[in-house]
């Protein structure tokens, strides 16, 4: 009986042994897991505690170390610990890029090193990367992403606009004219600067020629040297708008776009409050500029275009807008309605690139039948700047850097109608306590009779 005991109790010191080391193997195995395998989820409302992917793409193409100096005090009379709001929000970052590290100076306990840097406001942030640098005043994705997005371009990307023919200005202030799309650009590493053949008779070759709607026609001279341009590998963003090409139909034959006369016009604007005019992209191509795109597009008092068959250029349809509409050829006045004789039906393209091998590199070419859809009174609307800026993006060779563009916080109200505050009101005040009554007076009424 007491070699049976001595047994039973080697098997079980045996066997708890082995539970131990199994446990702690586990335990160490799953330490090790968790500092080499980091998982988390974002559950809030539009992701907003986590980085875009983007952001994201964004820092796995940053190659090298990036260092960030927060000149901040301890506590802010307005915000209070500014360190630990900016620490948290670069923490996201570091999780992507190890090689982040991120310094706090106190601009009151060092005011040499503040001053020295140039440092004006109490959170002030100064990025450094490969010998260049950026200032930030506030703190936010789309300001510090964008930050980086200038850093990683090795110099200013030039852009040419075509001026004196009433084109649109980037830097212009009314409806029509370009001037937020314009500042976007230069919040993301872009210069634009007015071009006039009455100041310069050849258009350089360096940048990226824009010809935003011109509203006069251009001289003989002046399109034949746009036509040089695009023989020496220039790179061209052309905006038209519905009527005359201006003067610039030899460039339409050049690249193989045929311009169908009339307006795109859309049910579906309708249905969203939006004049008829407004064309809606909603189908976009397989290119670089629409890769991952599905945001909705507006392209008022859009036109369509048609790319011809050539060996010279390859052309991929960017966006086609209206899939439920059609070109409209009579007058926009009164009842619109499809005619199937004269009108066109949609879906209807409204953006085209072109690319080609030319000088020993891919020349790219963009040309879209609406200089509206980036104009400062609709550049607003769905998914217009982000589309604007990848096309400037990829005419200028840097499609590796995509717009990044504020998250909003989506609309969390509930709004109710008079019936259905009416039915709520009815069943929380009435038909719930009534619920509540006759269930008790069963219950008694069962008790009794038990």
């Known amino acids: 009986m007491a070699l049976f005991n001595k047994t039973l109790w080697l098997r079980s010191r045996w066997q708890n042994s082995v539970f131990i080391a199994l446990f702690l193997a586990l335990t160490g195995m799953l330490g090790y897991l968790a500092q080499e395998f980091r998982t988390q989820w974002d559950f809030s409302q539009n992701s907003r505690n986590s980085l875009s992917q983007a952001s994201t793409d964004l820092l796995k193409k940053l190659d090298g170390p990036l260092h960030v100096t927060v000149y901040a005090t301890q506590q802010d009379l307005q915000l209070g610990d500014i360190r630990g709001i900016i620490g948290n929000f670069i923490s996201v970052y570091q999780r992507i890029k190890p090689d982040l590290t991120l310094d706090f100076i106190d601009p009151v306990k060092q005011p040499q090193e503040a001053q020295s840097a140039g440092i004006r406001l109490n959170g002030e942030i100064v990025i450094h990367y490969n010998d260049r640098k950026e200032r930030l005043t506030s703190i936010n994705e789309q300001a510090f992403s964008n930050a980086l997005v200038r850093l990683a371009r090795t110099g200013k990307k030039q852009l040419l606009e075509l001026s004196g023919h009433g084109e649109r200005k980037m830097d212009g202030i009314s409806q029509r004219d370009l001037g937020n799309f314009g500042k976007k650009l230069r919040e993301t590493g872009f210069d634009s600067k007015p ?37 020496r590998g220039g790179n061209l963003l052309w905006l038209v708008d519905t009527g005359s090409l201006n003067g610039l139909l030899p460039l339409a034959e050049r690249l193989g776009i045929m311009f169908t006369p009339g307006t795109i016009v859309d049910p579906q604007a309708d249905k969203l409050r939006l004049p008829i005019t407004f064309a809606l992209g909603t189908l976009y191509g397989a290119h670089a500029v629409t890769e991952n795109f599905d945001y909705l597009t507006v392209f008022p008092l859009a036109r369509q275009l048609i790319p011809e068959e050539n060996s010279d250029w390859h052309s991929v349809i960017l966006t086609e807008a209206a899939p439920e509409g059609w070109v409209e050829t009579g007058p926009l006045e009164g009842k619109i309605t499809f005619d199937k004789e004269n009108d066109v039906a949609g879906p209807i393209a409204v953006a085209v690139a072109l ?9 790219r070419i963009i040309v879209a039948g609406s200089g509206h859809f980036l104009a400062n009174g609709y550049l607003g609307n769905g998914g217009n700047l982000d589309l604007g800026i990848n096309m400037i993006n990829w005419l200028a060779g840097d499609e590796a850097f995509i717009p990044i563009q504020p998250r909003v916080t989506r609309d969390s109200r509930l709004a109710l109608n008079e019936l259905q505050l009416t039915l709520i009101a009815t069943g929380f005040l009435i038909l719930l306590p009534l619920v509540f009554l006759i269930s008790g007076i069963a219950i008694s009424w069962y008790r009794k009779r038990r």
């Open 355 to 363: 690319s080609r091998e030319a000088e020993d590199r891919e020349q």
């Open 195 to 231: 071009f006039s053949f009455t100041e310069q008779s050849e258009i350089p070759g360096t940048g990226v020629l824009v010809i935003a709607s011109p509203q006069a026609d251009l001289l003989e001279g002046e399109v034949k040297q746009i036509l040089d341009y695009l023989a």
